[in-house]
């Protein structure tokens, strides 16, 4: 098989910051701020009046982005 027949697909990250955005869920995840940061206004809204799904909802999105399947507004994964 020769490198024409072959394809590589890159995977697009996002231009959010991998370090900000955990930083965010760290420390403001109650109020949202890294969903507001990524792009996702509505559930950023729904966190803020929600205080983060009383800290199980920020606790959940902090897994996701240390594990790299937190995604931005457009579906792009966060740069790690």
């Known amino acids: 098989m ?7 697909q890159t995977e697009q990250k996002s231009d959010k910051g991998f370090v ?3 930083l965010f869920c760290l420390f403001l995840g109650a109020f949202g ?3 507001f940061y990524a792009g ?3 559930t950023g809204i729904v966190m803020l009046l929600t205080l983060g799904g009383l800290g ?6 902090l897994i996701m982005i240390v594990t790299g ?3 931005d ?8």
């Open 20 to 22: 900000p955005m955990i």
């Open 56 to 61: 199980i909802w920020s606790f959940i999105d």
């Open 40 to 42: 996702k206004i509505v």
């Open 69 to 71: 399947n937190f995604k």
């Open 2 to 8: 020769t490198m024409e027949n072959q394809t590589f």
């Open 73 to 80: 507004k457009n579906g792009l994964t966060i740069k790690n």
């Open 33 to 35: 701020v890294h969903r």
